[in-house]
């Protein structure tokens, strides 16, 4: 499971976080009932109280995938609530001012704050330029009016960063703002309910207070950098939902009798078995090098975050849709590890930029170079 923290993308700190991540789940109840709010709060304040939630809150993008691919294969809803501490403090990180760093990131990061990135729109996911939300000056401040729709912690938040047209049409115009979670004229419109449990909500804001992050009009950028810095994670939340299906598939075909040997001992489960792996270690590659750039290189790394992105979300789709296969009539049954991670890896391939949107990055980046 990991083996490729030895491969030379990776510094001692690292293999000691994946060892602290691995020990806080071992033997941990993730059990969580139908109360998925309360789950996340708890799951936040522990992680919290661990010091797991720093590298949220750092420019360390091979600890947030090292932390992400351990806590995935363990709880999907553990990697959520930890991934959104990152996403949602991410702008305040890049952009804040030093006022906003210092009220906002200790309290994220020891788990006391629950984070919310608030982009989408119900007219516009993958179109983030082409969003609605008004802003407007009142007095020293601002005020937000609209709506956001899929927003991953928006029932529980206590801080959100949110993105409002200050200015004229596209990219251009767009602003990013700090909003309390208990700001008068915010309110909750609907509860979204998804194949595997997060609380989503629609959002409406009516005249809610706002505090400016960063410059007006430099919003769809800093949002940017925030998805770039963490497109990397969730591919490597991606391989570990792939590597803990790939463990219970060779777990479940070892013991499973088919006549006098067991499933594990036929050729056509060791070739299943096989592509399983060779997608895994293909991920971890791109993933180990799109980390390693970003954290090490100078330059753009939008292509390889890109490239791991797409291939490790694509890849497990396939890995667990075989390990789903491989259990028979048990891997889609209520209650079987398989059956919750096919549920959990659909939305990976949509969130954070759509594996469509991700050829196009690959293509635009691969033009624009031969172009020069």
């Given at each position: 499971m990991t083996g490729w923290l030895g491969w030379p993308f990776f510094e001692e700190r690292h293999r000691v976080l994946a060892d602290c991540?691995?020990?806080?789940?071992?033997?941990?109840?993730?059990?969580?009932?139908?109360?998925?709010?309360?789950?996340?709060?708890?799951?936040?304040?522990?992680?919290?109280?661990?010091?797991?939630?720093?590298?949220?809150?750092?420019?360390?993008?091979?600890?947030?995938?090292?932390?992400?691919?351990?806590?995935?294969?363990?709880?999907?809803?553990?990697?959520?609530?930890?991934?959104?501490?990152?996403?949602?403090?991410?702008?305040i990180a890049i952009a804040g001012s030093e006022a906003q760093r210092a009220q906002w990131l200790p309290e994220v990061a020891v788990g006391k704050a629950i984070a919310a990135f608030a982009l989408t729109e119900p007219e516009t996911g993958s179109d983030a330029a082409n969003i609605a939300m008004s802003a407007r000056r009142e007095g020293g401040g601002w005020r937000l009016s609209g709506e956001k729709s899929y927003i991953s912690n928006g029932t529980i938040a206590d801080v959100l960063t949110v993105f409002a047209r200050t200015g004229g049409e596209g990219h251009a115009g767009i602003s990013a703002f700090i909003v309390r979670g208990d700001a008068?004229?915010?309110?909750?419109?609907?509860?979204?309910?998804?194949?595997?449990?997060?609380?989503?909500?629609?959002?409406?804001?009516?005249?809610?207070?706002?505090?400016?992050?960063?410059?007006?009009?430099?919003?769809?950028?800093?949002?940017?950098?925030?998805?770039?810095?963490?497109?990397?994670?969730?591919?490597?939340?991606?391989?570990?939902?792939?590597?803990?299906?790939?463990?219970?598939?060779?777990?479940?075909?070892?013991?499973?009798?088919?006549?006098?040997?067991?499933?594990?001992?036929?050729a056509v489960t060791q070739a299943g078995l096989a592509e399983m792996a060779l997608g895994n270690d293909a991920a971890a590659l791109l993933i180990a090098r799109a980390a390693w750039a970003q954290d090490t290189q100078p330059g753009d790394p939008r292509r390889a975050a890109a490239m791991a992105k797409l291939h490790a979300t694509e890849s497990a789709q396939k890995v667990i849709d075989m390990a789903v296969q491989l259990h028979g009539g048990a891997g889609v049954t209520c209650g079987v590890k398989v059956e919750e991670l096919y549920r959990e890896i659909r939305a990976l391939r949509i969130y954070e930029g759509a594996s469509e949107v991700q050829r196009q990055i690959i293509a635009r980046d691969l033009v624009r170079e031969h172009r020069g």
């Open positions: 991540v691995e020990r806080w789940c071992a033997g941990r109840d993730f059990s969580h009932g139908r109360d998925v709010d309360a789950a996340c709060r708890t799951l936040v304040a522990d992680l919290g109280g661990a010091g797991l939630l720093q590298p949220c809150i750092e420019p360390d993008v091979r600890s947030l995938a090292i932390s992400r691919a351990t806590l995935a294969a363990h709880s999907g809803l553990a990697d959520f609530a930890f991934a959104m501490q990152g996403l949602g403090s991410g702008a008068p004229g915010l309110t909750v419109a609907e509860r979204i309910r998804v194949i595997a449990p997060h609380p989503l909500a629609r959002l409406r804001f009516e005249e809610v207070p706002a505090e400016l992050i960063g410059q007006p009009e430099q919003g769809f950028r800093i949002a940017m950098q925030t998805l770039n810095r963490f497109r990397v994670s969730v591919a490597a939340a991606a391989l570990g939902f792939a590597r803990r299906a790939l463990a219970e598939a060779i777990a479940f075909t070892s013991t499973r009798k088919l006549g006098k040997a067991t499933l594990a001992d036929n």
